[in-house]
């Protein structure tokens, strides 16, 4: 590998838009079915600015078309456990009538990159794509080993990807112990209690809620539309989605829960108590719908099935049920929707995965705290829970603790949680850098 002064090369920061762009544009919609492009053109794209700069990565596909990326890079103490920096190349689809611009273009507008992808991933997966090739470039090796991996379908729950290079490829991970992906490091704005003047906290995910996936099947007797029928399947599943829809989850606090609304009372001087979070939630702006799900146990209903023609009453009907539950509920969930359910409707679990919860102190989370410390000086750094879910769930298999660092230094006025899964997703372009910068030097401190 030739190696250059770092005055000579493109700098991480100088790289990262177009990369972000290129991403985008490269459409990788993830229907869920196997029915979308695949993963694999964006696969290739990363293998190519990879390996323009000498280094040697591994692509592996679980179908075809569902490609994965990965490489590893040599520390100067390789004795030392090896952290993970990943992200995923696939995005929810986009519906081009909905959007401002064509989601799929990478337009940059309003001092924002605009797509589908650009801040659920490709904005992360660009700064990491960055900076391993400007590390690759100089020459410069990071305290430890660092993983770097670019996986395929995580959002259909990662079989596809992570899943896959985790159950086939374990020893690209050997000696690993960390992992960094995405949905933290991100700032909100709050009210100091001193001035009231805005202070800046940033996120950072360490832990997430479990993910089941379930299919709830009632069944009952056919006949005509026009015969009274006991025994209707629609009738008995509508009484299971009334029955766990109207359920009172009972409220929970999770350690990483209790330390963020402590440090946020801290920072704007509200107080809260388990009876009445609404003083806190009200401070976390767009935020507040990544917390708020993660004080209880969730369960939404998101498709329905039965039926062939008007006046035929179906022996079966089906509905999609998407459940989050917190560390330590995944069987006391499980139990709570099958007794919901009742008799007669069947309860199929089509993808489960389990909660994480990582510790909230440590070398490697103050190692986020330097980096992002050193760019934003007087910020502040607060643990939170994520509601989704991330690839570090499949990495957890392997023993791999996973953190959501993907750092961005947002405006106040900005709908940052709202553009995961929704229309007009962008990114700023000058975060996009914050971000790289703040990576680099994590890179250097890990």
């Known amino acids: 590998m030739t190696t250059s002064d770092a ?13 972000c762009k290129d991403l985008i544009r490269i459409d990788t919609s993830n229907y869920g079915d196997g029915s979308g492009p695949g993963e694999r053109v964006a696969a290739e ?17 679980s179908d075809p078309g569902r490609a994965s990326v990965v490489v590893r890079t040599p520390g100067r103490d390789s004795s030392r456990p090896g952290l993970v920096l990943h992200g995923h190349t696939d995005v929810v689809p986009a519906a081009a009538e909905d959007w401002q611009v064509d989601p799929f273009a990478a337009e940059e507008k309003d001092g924002c990159i605009w797509g589908r992808g650009a801040v659920d991933m490709k904005d992360m997966d660009a700064m990491l794509l960055a900076n391993i090739r400007h590390m690759a470039r100089t020459g410069q090796q990071p ?16 079989v596809k990807g992570a899943g896959h290079v985790v159950e086939q490829h374990p020893e690209w991970y050997e000696g690993c112990t960390e992992a960094i992906s995405e949905v933290g490091g991100f700032s909100i704005t709050l009210d100091g209690k001193a001035t009231g003047a805005p202070e800046r906290a940033y996120m950072l995910q360490t832990a997430e809620k479990g993910i089941a996936w379930l299919r709830l099947h009632a069944h009952g007797r056919a006949g005509h539309g026009s015969v009274p029928n006991q025994e209707n399947a629609l009738v008995r599943l509508a009484g299971a989605i009334n029955r766990i829809s109207a ?20 920072i704007t001087g509200a107080t809260w108590d388990e009876e009445d979070a609404e003083s806190i939630l009200a401070r976390l702006g767009g935020a507040r719908g990544f917390v708020e799900g993660t004080l209880r146990d969730t369960s939404n209903f998101t498709m329905l099935d039965s039926g062939y023609k008007h006046n035929v009453i179906p022996q079966t009907a089906s509905a999609s049920l998407d459940c989050r539950f917190l560390p330590g509920h995944e069987d006391e969930l499980m139990d709570t929707i099958r007794e919901l359910a009742g008799e007669f409707v069947e309860v199929e679990i089509l993808h489960k995965d389990v909660a994480l919860e990582a510790s909230t102190s440590g070398e490697l989370v103050e190692s986020m705290k330097r980096a992002l410390l050193k760019e934003d000086p007087g910020a502040h750094v607060l643990p939170y829970c994520l509601s989704g879910g991330t690839d570090n769930k499949h990495l957890s298999r392997l023993g791999i603790e996973g953190y959501g660092f993907a750092p961005l230094m947002l405006p106040p006025d900005l709908d940052f949680v709202g553009m995961f899964h929704g229309i007009d997703e962008r990114v700023p372009v000058d975060a996009l850098s914050f971000g790289t910068r703040v990576l680099q030097r994590l890179i250097e401190d890990c």
């Open 143 to 158: 305290p430890r080993d660092i993983v770097w991996a670019f996986f395929a379908d995580e959002e259909a729950g990662g």
């Open 7 to 19: 005055s000579t090369v493109p700098s991480a920061q100088d790289e990262v838009v177009q990369l």
């Open 247 to 266: 359920h009172p989850w009972p409220r929970t606090y999770i350690a990483s829960v209790r330390e963020l609304f402590d440090g946020i009372a801290g």
């Open 45 to 61: 794209y990363i293998m190519e600015k990879l390996t323009e700069v000498g280094l040697d990565p591994q692509l592996t596909e």
